[in-house]
């Protein structure tokens, strides 16, 4: 960013979702915060369809940056495992459950889809662990829990004729496990039936413990939020040299994707909007085609190693920056950084809201 942020250049401005507005005569900033957010949680209407090799290659200058930060390492999920046995600890758990979804993923780097059966994954106070999983995908489970670089720990499988319920309360008994704290996103008939067969007493939501445990972000964790975020701008970029009279906010999404592909990112997403299109909060209409002069909106992210960049650009295609637009964006910006400015350890985030919500209620 620059001392002189130009409002109509799509790599100044407010980085969250700034909500820019260009129908009958007014705008609309948008809000500020740092939402919690594992892959996959945009909407699939914002995802699009794969990129072509013709869209690909029309960004020559993108090279892979996947390499520029290391992944997480096996050794680094395994001292996660430890320190969640310990947050369990002082938290009066004895061990916590959990099925495929962003807390598996981060203490383990096992990825396991959702069915009408439990597979989940279970850490324990002193930080071991095991596994709960269908009889006939054990061997699926084999390939992707043990070998060089993987979690490794018990299965433990429960048979088409049962549930998983009486399996797994045995292998916490064996365990000394008699408190079991569920993952926050454990669906309900899972929680029902684990509370069922061990008693509602024995049971609860852990999230004071996932809270801890993923709320609270190392070094290296950082730098790759934060590469991920620089690599999601570099693609905007990019996209922005490439836009044409008549593209739609469809077409710009594909190009958006194309980007990051060259970038090395994944698990891309992209919300593109032009003029009043953008009326609404996540939008309406991605039909409309783009026309000089026009307010384009690009909301998007891409994914590096699991951790996911979220960034939103405004600008104005081809043409000058109409004064209101420009008033909004100033507006937004003067929020933004009130917030910033704000933000102090022990400061709660309700209060740096307030803060900026203040400055745009203001004009």
């Known amino acids: 960013m620059t001392d002189s942020p130009r409002p109509g250049s799509p790599t100044d401005g407010p980085s969250r979702r700034s909500l820019l507005t260009y129908s009958a005569g007014f705008a609309v900033g948008g809000a500020l915060g740092l939402p919690l957010k594992a892959e996959g949680a945009h909407p699939d209407r914002y995802r699009v369809a794969g990129s072509s090799r013709r869209d690909v290659d029309r960004f020559p200058q993108l090279q892979d940056q996947s390499g520029s930060v290391a ?74 829990i043990h070998g060089d670089g993987l979690p490794g720990g018990e299965i433990v499988t429960w048979q088409e004729h049962e549930y998983p319920f009486a399996p797994l309360a045995a292998a916490l008994k064996e365990r000394g496990a008699e408190r079991l704290a569920l993952e926050p996103s454990l669906r309900h008939r899972f929680a029902h039936g684990v509370a069922t067969e061990l008693g509602a007493a024995r049971v609860g939501i852990g999230l004071d413990a996932v809270v801890e445990l993923r709320g609270r972000k190392d070094a290296h964790e ?3 939020l ?72 690009v909301d998007t992210g891409g994914t590096l190693h699991g951790y996911q960049s979220d960034t939103a650009r405004s600008w104005v295609f081809g043409g000058e920056v109409p004064a209101k637009v420009a008033d909004v964006w100033k507006r937004v910006r ?7 400015d704000a933000i102090r350890p022990g400061v709660e985030c309700r209060e740096i809201d307030r803060v900026a919500r203040k400055v745009v209620e203001a004009g």
Request: aromatic residues 6%.
């Open 71 to 144: 992944p997480i390492s096996p050794e680094e999920r395994a001292a996660r495992r430890l320190r969640l046995g310990g947050i369990l600890r002082a938290l009066g758990w004895d061990a916590i459950l959990m099925e495929g979804g962003a807390t598996m993923s981060y203490l383990s780097d096992v990825g396991w889809g959702h069915s009408e059966r439990l597979f989940g994954l279970v850490v324990a106070a002193d930080g071991s662990h095991f596994w709960i999983c269908p009889g006939f995908e054990a061997e699926k489970a084999e390939l992707r």
């Open 222 to 224: 950082l730098a790759l």
């Open 226 to 297: 934060r590469r991920a975020n620089e690599l999601t701008q570099q693609a905007i970029v990019a996209v922005s040299k490439k836009l044409l009279p008549g593209m739609t906010g469809r077409d710009i999404s594909r190009l958006m994707s194309a980007a990051h592909r060259k970038l090395g990112m994944g698990g891309g997403w992209t919300l593109a909007l032009i003029g009043p299109a953008a009326a609404y909060p996540h939008g309406e209409d991605q039909t409309r085609p783009l026309a000089k002069g026009e307010v384009v909106l």
């Open 334 to 340: 003067e929020a933004q950084q009130a917030a910033f």
